[in-house]
C-alpha cells in the first residue's frame, strides 16, 4: 500500500470529506472515501498556498525606494518573461505575461518540491503536467478566438489558401491535439526518470551520489520550466499572428 505523505494525511483529514461528497456529486465515486485526495493533488494545493503567501509578503513589502531581496528576485523574474514574450510573439506579447510567467514559477516550485524531506514531486505524475498542458492549449486557443473571431480562427486553422483546407484543417486540429500530449510528456518523463534515479543510486551509493543527482534535478526543474514557458509562447503567436 501506498505510504501517504503528511500533508496528504492533513488535507485529507480536513476536506476529506466534502471531496468525496463532491466527487459522489458529479458521478466519480472515489476509490478511497476516506482519503480521496492522492499526494500529487496535496503537493499542487501546497504550491497554490505557498503561491498565495509569496504572493502576500511581496504585495504588503512592495517598494520604490528601499525594494528587499525577494522583491529583487521578482522583479528579475519579471524581466525574464516579458523578454521572452517580446522576442516570441512580439507587438502585444506582454499582455501575456501574466499566464506564461504563472506556468513557469508553479512548474519549477512542483519540479524542486520532491527535493524536500517528507514532499514529493507532483509532476513526475502524468496527471499532472496533462492538466497544465490542457491549461496551455485552453489558453492559446482562447487567445486566437479573441483575436481573430471564431470564422477568422477557424480560416487561420485552414492555411494560405482555402483550396487546401480539406488537407490542412484537419492536420492542424490534429497538431494542436498532439502539442497537449508532447507538453505532458515531456515534463513527466523528465521529472519522474529524474525522481527515480534519484532513489534507485542514491539508495546504493547514499554517500556523494545524491548530491549530484539532487544537483541534476535542479538544473532540470528549471529547465523544463523554461520549455513550458517557452512552447506555450511559440503557440500563443502562432494563434494570435495576422496573415499578411
Known amino acids: 500500500m501506498h505510504h501517504e505523505l503528511w500533508f496528504t494525511a492533513l488535507l485529507n483529514k480536513l476536506l476529506g470529506g466534502v471531496v468525496s461528497a463532491g466527487l459522489v456529486l458529479i458521478g466519480l465515486p472515489p476509490t478511497a472515501a476516506?482519503?480521496?485526495?492522492?499526494?500529487?493533488?496535496?503537493m499542487e494545493v501546497l504550491v497554490i498556498l505557498i503561491l498565495l503567501v509569496g504572493a502576500l509578503m511581496l504585495r504588503r513589502k512592495l517598494s520604490v525606494e528601499n525594494p528587499g531581496k525577494f522583491q529583487h528576485v521578482m522583479e528579475v523574474v519579471v524581466e525574464f518573461v516579458q523578454s521572452l514574450t517580446d522576442e516570441i510573439i512580439g507587438h502585444g506579447g506582454r499582455r501575456y505575461v501574466a499566464m506564461i510567467g504563472t506556468f513557469g514559477i508553479f512548474i519549477v516550485l512542483c519540479n524542486l518540491l520532491g527535493l524536500v524531506p517528507t514532499l514529493e514531486t507532483p509532476t513526475a505524475n502524468i496527471q499532472v503536467t496533462l492538466g497544465c498542458a490542457v491549461a496551455a492549449?485552453?489558453?492559446?486557443?482562447?487567445?486566437?478566438?479573441?483575436?481573430?473571431?471564431?470564422?477568422?480562427?477557424?480560416?487561420?486553422?485552414?492555411?494560405?489558401?482555402?483550396?487546401?483546407?480539406?488537407?490542412?484543417?484537419?492536420?492542424?486540429?490534429?497538431?494542436?491535439?498532439?502539442?497537449?500530449l508532447s507538453l505532458s510528456v515531456r515534463l513527466y518523463a523528465n521529472m519522474m526518470v529524474g525522481e527515480l534515479l534519484e532513489k534507485v543510486f542514491g539508495g546504493l551509493v547514499p554517500v556523494v551520489v545524491p548530491v549530484a543527482f539532487m544537483a541534476l534535478h535542479?538544473?532540470?526543474?528549471?529547465?523544463?520550466?523554461?520549455?513550458?514557458?517557452?512552447?506555450?509562447?511559440?503557440?500563443?503567436?502562432?494563434?494570435?499572428?495576422?496573415?499578411h
Not at 476516506?34 to 496535496?42: E, N, Q, R, T
Not at 512552447?231 to 500563443?236: D, H, M, W
Open 137 to 180: 492549449f485552453l489558453y492559446y486557443n482562447f487567445q486566437g478566438l479573441r483575436q481573430h473571431g471564431v470564422v477568422g480562427y477557424l480560416k487561420h486553422l485552414c492555411g494560405p489558401m482555402m483550396a487546401i483546407a480539406i488537407i490542412m484543417f484537419p492536420i492542424e486540429v490534429v497538431g494542436n491535439l498532439g502539442r497537449m
Open 34 to 42: 476516506a482519503h480521496p485526495i492522492p499526494d500529487y493533488v496535496a
Open 218 to 243: 535542479v538544473f532540470v526543474s528549471f529547465l523544463q520550466a523554461y520549455v513550458f514557458m517557452l512552447l506555450p509562447a511559440v503557440y500563443i503567436s502562432l494563434a494570435v499572428a495576422e496573415e
